[in-house]
C-alpha cells in the first residue's frame, strides 16, 4: 500500500523546507492559479528523480491556459541534489514502514504461538494427572 494520503500522491518540492503533499487535481489547480511554475519539482513513489510538472503530462494544465508564473528559474532555485536527497529520503521511509509493519505481525504471529503452546501444554498436563487419578 501506498504510504501516502489517499489523494495526494505528488510531493511538491516548494522550496527548501518546504515540500508538500498534493493531489494532482491540487498541483493543476495551483499551476493554473500561478501558485507553482511549471518548472516547479515533485515527486511520487515510482519514480526515479524528481521531475518538473512541465515534464509529466499528466500534470500538465490544459491547452490555451498561458504560465501565469514567468518561465525560467524559480526564487530560490532548485537544488536538484537536494531533492535526490529528499526523493531518497522518503523512499527509505517508506521502506522502514513496511520493515515495521511486517515486524509488527511477525511478533504478533510469535505471541498467538507462545499462547497456543501454553494452553495446550497446561491441556495436556492436566488431562494426564486428571487420567492418573491425582484429581
Known amino acids: 500500500m501506498d504510504s501516502m494520503v489517499q489523494g495526494h500522491e505528488w510531493l511538491v518540492l516548494i522550496n527548501r523546507e518546504d515540500r508538500r503533499k498534493m493531489s494532482t487535481r491540487q498541483v493543476r489547480a495551483e499551476v493554473r492559479a500561478g501558485t507553482l511554475a511549471r518548472q ?41 541534489r537536494f531533492a535526490e536527497t529528499v526523493a531518497s529520503n522518503h523512499r527509505i521511509a517508506e521502506q522502514i514502514a513496511a520493515l515495521r509493519a511486517s515486524h509488527r505481525r511477525r511478533v504478533a504471529r510469535d505471541v498467538v504461538a507462545t499462547v497456543a503452546a501454553v494452553v495446550l501444554t497446561f491441556a495436556a498436563t492436566f488431562y494426564a494427572l486428571h487420567a492418573a487419578g491425582v484429581f
Open 40 to 80: 516547479t519539482l515533485v515527486w511520487r513513489t515510482g519514480m526515479n528523480s524528481w521531475a518538473s510538472i512541465d515534464s509529466i503530462a499528466e500534470l500538465a494544465p490544459a491547452e490555451g491556459i498561458s504560465p501565469a508564473v514567468p518561465r525560467g528559474r524559480p526564487p530560490g532555485g532548485h537544488n536538484r
